[in-house]
């Protein structure tokens, strides 16, 4: 099932992964089939990237219109936009870029928070009795980030959006500090988020590497201190189960997937590079099989 393009001709609008390294990259898997199924005449490649400058130098031709952006260059996407959407601006990171097609200029967006964040909260809507009756079940809550890097600051961005009152912990208390400071929240470190008991019913995002593969006997926050929480979201997703979701689970929360925030992230770009409504199952299912 390898890409699985359609025809390719004069009108096919190129678009791909900008990363390094990115074979192990599923997103193609998933756009092309999104693509074929909406008849959208556009193909998705791997795109192997030392310099983003330079390769936008050199592929600068009208048909190659989008590009999502992963490790390790969200920031210098970021610094290669014409235009920046206001809400990649307040983050400071890029996850894709359109080609304006009257222009040629290309405007940079952050669509992980989106991704995170409705992850998170239709995690929240299936808990009994956690809907508010308005706007985002996050509103309200008290949501605590670990890690304030690129998805760190996406996470805690989003959440403020949605009206939570975020907390960043971070390992070392300078960047926690002005994560918070910017998105208007509090800050402490991943230490004192040990004895951080306030109230019941927080959320919890990870969004430092800690547990991921290889390291997955890691966990950034011990078991003990997870019963407070009434939801953990892991950005992780390999593992899918991690130690910090087995604990959670264990310790009676509601567990939200790393790849859900794949996922979500896939819908709104099919949806940005196309115009088309994603095959939302069609993508899940394909994920599915490809790993
Ligand atoms: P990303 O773009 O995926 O968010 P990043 O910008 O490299 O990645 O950020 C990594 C985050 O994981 C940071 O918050 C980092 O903490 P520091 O700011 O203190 O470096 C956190 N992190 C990485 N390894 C960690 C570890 N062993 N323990 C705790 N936090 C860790």
Same mark, same amino acid.
């Given at each position: 099932?390898?890409?699985?393009?359609?025809?390719i001709?004069?009108?096919?609008?190129? =678009?791909?992964?900008?990363?390094?390294?990115i /074979?192990?990259s599923k997103s +193609?898997?998933?756009?092309?089939?999104?693509f074929? @199924?909406?008849?959208f005449?556009?193909?998705?490649l *791997?795109l192997?990237v030392?310099?983003v400058a330079?390769?936008l130098?050199t592929?600068?031709?009208?048909d190659w219109?989008?590009? @999502?952006?992963?490790i390790p260059?969200?920031?210098a996407?970021?610094k290669?936009?014409?235009?920046i959407?206001p809400?990649a601006?307040?983050? &400071? $990171?890029?996850s894709?870029?359109?080609?304006?097609?009257?222009d /040629?200029?290309l405007? &940079?967006?952050?669509?992980?928070y989106l991704?995170?964040?409705?992850?998170i909260?239709?995690?929240l809507r299936?808990l009994n009795?956690?809907?508010?009756g308005?706007?985002? *079940?996050?509103?309200?809550?008290?949501?605590?980030?670990m890690?304030?890097?690129?998805? /760190?600051?996406?996470?805690a961005?989003?959440?403020k959006q949605? /009206?939570?009152?975020?907390?960043?912990?971070?390992?070392?208390?300078d960047?926690?500090k002005?994560l918070?400071d910017?998105v208007? &929240?509090?800050?402490?470190?991943? $230490?004192e988020?040990?004895?951080f =008991?306030?109230?019941d019913? #927080?959320?919890?995002?990870?969004?430092?590497?800690?547990g #991921?593969? +290889?390291?997955?006997?890691?966990?950034?926050i011990?078991?003990?201190?997870?019963?407070?929480?009434?939801l953990v979201?892991?950005?992780?997703?390999t593992p899918k189960?991690?130690r910090?979701?087995?604990?959670?689970?264990? @310790?009676g929360?509601?567990?939200v997937f790393?790849?859900?925030?794949?996922?979500?992230? $896939?819908?709104v770009?099919?949806e940005?590079?196309? &115009?088309?409504?994603?095959?939302?199952?069609?993508?899940r299912?394909?994920?599915?099989?490809?790993?």
């Amino acid at each position: 099932e390898l890409y699985n393009f359609r025809q390719i001709g004069a009108d096919t609008k190129v =678009h791909g992964v900008i990363g390094n390294p990115i /074979g192990h990259s599923k997103s +193609p898997h998933l756009y092309n089939a999104a693509f074929k @199924s909406n008849n959208f005449n556009g193909i998705y490649l *791997p795109l192997l990237v030392d310099s983003v400058a330079n390769f936008l130098n050199t592929y600068n031709s009208p048909d190659w219109v989008g590009y @999502s952006y992963t490790i390790p260059h969200k920031e210098a996407g970021f610094k290669c936009c014409d235009e920046i959407d206001p809400n990649a601006k307040a983050i &400071g $990171a890029i996850s894709c870029m359109i080609r304006n097609p009257i222009d /040629g200029k290309l405007k &940079g967006y952050n669509v992980d928070y989106l991704g995170a964040i409705a992850a998170i909260e239709e995690g929240l809507r299936g808990l009994n009795g956690s809907t508010n009756g308005f706007g985002s *079940p996050l509103a309200g809550k008290l949501f605590v980030v670990m890690g304030a890097g690129g998805a /760190g600051k996406a996470l805690a961005y989003g959440g403020k959006q949605k /009206g939570a009152r975020v907390v960043v912990a971070n390992r070392s208390y300078d960047k926690a500090k002005t994560l918070a400071d910017k998105v208007g &929240g509090e800050a402490i470190t991943l $230490a004192e988020l040990e004895n951080f =008991h306030p109230e019941d019913g #927080m959320v919890l995002a990870n969004t430092t590497s800690v547990g #991921m593969k +290889p390291r997955t006997d890691q966990t950034p926050i011990p078991k003990e201190a997870l019963k407070n929480y009434c939801l953990v979201f892991d950005a992780i997703y390999t593992p899918k189960w991690t130690r910090l979701l087995t604990e959670a689970q264990e @310790s009676g929360a509601a567990v939200v997937f790393g790849t859900e925030m794949f996922l979500n992230q $896939a819908f709104v770009q099919v949806e940005k590079f196309s &115009g088309l409504p994603a095959n939302k199952q069609l993508i899940r299912d394909t994920l599915a099989r490809n790993t």
